[in-house]
C-alpha cells in the first residue's frame, strides 16, 4: 500500500436553515445560517495496486476520515435544520413508478415525513440515519435506481471502504498514455452519467498531472461528480520558493451550456440557469447538483431566493497551483457544495405547493500546501536542469579557456621559433658576405690609423 506524503484536512460547514415554518410564505426567503467547520483528518492509501503491460497501473483508494475537534467548531452532536434530501429524492423519483403507488408513497410520506428534517452533524455526514423510505425506496425496483445501502448520511459507507472511489487505471508514462493521466474508471473510458464529451474520462486523478503544463487550462476527474473539472489559468505565483501555475474555477467551470455551449451535455436533460452542474444520474437519480460555496460565481438567481448566504472569492475560490515541470501540485484549495433540487409535486401531497429551490446542504474544502521536506525535494529536482546546464556552461567555457591558453602557447612558440629563425638566417647571410682566404678561412678585415 502507498500512503499520500502529505497530512490532508477535509472541512464541512452545513447550512443550518432557521425558519422552515415560513416556507410556503412567498414572501419570506428561507434563512440560512454556515455552522462549522468540523474537520476530519483524511488518510488516503492506494491498494490493490496492478502494473499492467500496456504502460498503465491500476489501483483503488483506500480513505479513512477522523474527527478532529481541536480544530473544529463544534461537535458532531451539533444538530442542523435541513432539507430532507430523502423525502425530496423519493418524490422525484416517484414519478417514474405508477400511479397507484404514487398515491401510496403520498400517504406514507404525509404520515411520516416533513419537508425538513433534524439530524446531528454526525448523522448528516459519516454515521447515517435510518429512514424507511430508503427501505420503500429499495422494494419500488425503480428503474435505473439501486439502492446500495441502508441508511442515509452524505458520505455514509465511504469511511474506510475501498470502493467509493472506483477503480482507476492510469498513465505511467512508458506507453502512450502520459503519466498521470486516467486511462479508464471502473473500466470504462466514459462514464454512463453524462452524453457527449461531459462523460468522458481522459485526465488527472488529481494527485499529480502530465509533465510541461502550459499556462492554458487543466482538467481533473471527480469522483463525486463522475466527471471532468476543468480549471483555467489565473496567474504566476510561488510557494515555498518554487514557480506555479495557479488554475481556478470559474464560470466555464461550472457552466452547463448557457454560457459555453461545449457545455451543454451536462444539463442531464434540465439545463438551469450557469453556476450548478446536474450530477442526479451519478447520485443515484438525487435531484443533487453541484455548485461552489454559498453559489460563488453562479448566477444571482440561486443567492437571491436565499437570506445568509454571502459568496467571496477569498473564502469559496477553488484553486489548483501546479508545477509546471512536473506536474506536481503545490497548493490545493477543492471547494465544493452540494445542494438539492426541490421542485412542486401534484402527486405527492407534502410537496404540491412549495416553491421551486436549489438548496444549499453543506459545502465542504480541502486546503493542502506542500510541505517543507516535500518542497526541498522538489527544489533539487526542478533545480537540476538548471544546474545541469550551469555545469554544461562552466565547462565549455573553461574548455574555451584552456583551448585558447593552449593556442597562445603554440602561438608564442612559433613566434619564438620564427624570431630565433630569422637571426640565425641573419648570422649566415653575414657569414656568406665577408671575403675569404686563400684557405677559405674568413679574414677579418682592419681599418688602419693614420699612425699606424
Known amino acids: 500500500m502507498e500512503k499520500e506524503p502529505i497530512p490532508m484536512a477535509l472541512d464541512f460547514y452545513f447550512f ?3 425558519n422552515p415554518e415560513d416556507l410556503m410564505n412567498s414572501t419570506v426567503k428561507p434563512h440560512v445560517v454556515e455552522m462549522g467547520p468540523y474537520r476530519f483528518t483524511e488518510t488516503k492509501k492506494k491498494v490493490d495496486i496492478v502494473w499492467n503491460n500496456n504502460g498503465t497501473v491500476s489501483f483503488r483508494h483506500l480513505r479513512n476520515w477522523y474527527f ?3 480544530y473544529s467548531a463544534g461537535s458532531l452532536t451539533d444538530e442542523v435544520t435541513t432539507l430532507n434530501a430523502v423525502a425530496v429524492t423519493a418524490a422525484a423519483q416517484a414519478k417514474l413508478v405508477p400511479y397507484i403507488m404514487q398515491r401510496t408513497m403520498s400517504m406514507t410520506m404525509t404520515i411520516s415525513q ?5 439530524k446531528t452533524v454526525g448523522e448528516l455526514l459519516f454515521q447515517g440515519y435510518e429512514e424507511k423510505l430508503i427501505d420503500m425506496g429499495r422494494t419500488l425496483a425503480i428503474p435505473g435506481v439501486t439502492l446500495p445501502f441502508d441508511k442515509f448520511g452524505w458520505f455514509y459507507m465511504r469511511n474506510g471502504s475501498t470502493e467509493s472511489d472506483g477503480l482507476f487505471n492510469m498513465g505511467t508514462g512508458e506507453g502512450d498514455i502520459p503519466l498521470g493521466r486516467i486511462d479508464r474508471w471502473n473500466h470504462e473510458r466514459k462514464t454512463p452519467f453524462y452524453e457527449g464529451t461531459c462523460g468522458r474520462v481522459a485526465s488527472s486523478a488529481g494527485e499529480f498531472w502530465p509533465q510541461h503544463i502550459t499556462s492554458d487550462s487543466i482538467s481533473m476527474f471527480s469522483t463525486d461528480m463522475c466527471r471532468e473539472v476543468t480549471l483555467d489559468f489565473d496567474e504566476e505565483i510561488t510557494v515555498q520558493g518554487i514557480k506555479g501555475y495557479k488554475f481556478v474555477g470559474n464560470r466555464r467551470t461550472m457552466d452547463n451550456g448557457s454560457m459555453y455551449p461545449e457545455n451543454e451535455c451536462s444539463c442531464n ?18 435531484p443533487a447538483f453541484i455548485s461552489f460555496p454559498h453559489f460563488y460565481i453562479a448566477d444571482p438567481y440561486y443567492v437571491d431566493h436565499f437570506d445568509g448566504l454571502a459568496p467571496n472569492k477569498e473564502q469559496h475560490e477553488m484553486s489548483i497551483t501546479l508545477e509546471p515541470r512536473t506536474g506536481i501540485p503545490l497548493a490545493v484549495a477543492a ?4 445542494n438539492i433540487l426541490m421542485t412542486p409535486n401534484p402527486i405527492i401531497s407534502i410537496f404540491q405547493n412549495v416553491p421551486k429551490l436549489f438548496f444549499p446542504i453543506l459545502w465542504f474544502e480541502q486546503e493542502v500546501v506542500i510541505t517543507d521536506n516535500l518542497a526541498y525535494d522538489l527544489r533539487q529536482l526542478v533545480n537540476m536542469p538548471n544546474v545541469a546546464r550551469i555545469i554544461a556552461y562552466i ?21 619564438t621559433n620564427t624570431e630565433r629563425n630569422k637571426d640565425l638566417h641573419k648570422t649566415e647571410f653575414n657569414r656568406e658576405q665577408q671575403p675569404l682566404n686563400e684557405s ?9 690609423t693614420e699612425h699606424s
Not at 471547494?335 to 452540494?338: E, L
Open 16 to 18: 443550518n436553515w432557521t
Open 395 to 415: 565547462l565549455i567555457s573553461c574548455g574555451a579557456l584552456i583551448l585558447a591558453i593552449l593556442l597562445i602557447i603554440h602561438l608564442s612558440k612559433f613566434l
Open 269 to 286: 436533460g434540465d439545463c438551469v440557469p450557469s453556476g450548478m452542474l446536474n450530477i442526479s444520474a451519478c447520485k443515484y437519480g438525487s
Open 335 to 338: 471547494r465544493f457544495q452540494i
Open 114 to 118: 416533513k419537508v425538513h428534517i433534524t
Open 440 to 448: 677559405g678561412i674568413n679574414v677579418q678585415i682592419t681599418a688602419k
Open 68 to 70: 478532529d475537534e481541536e
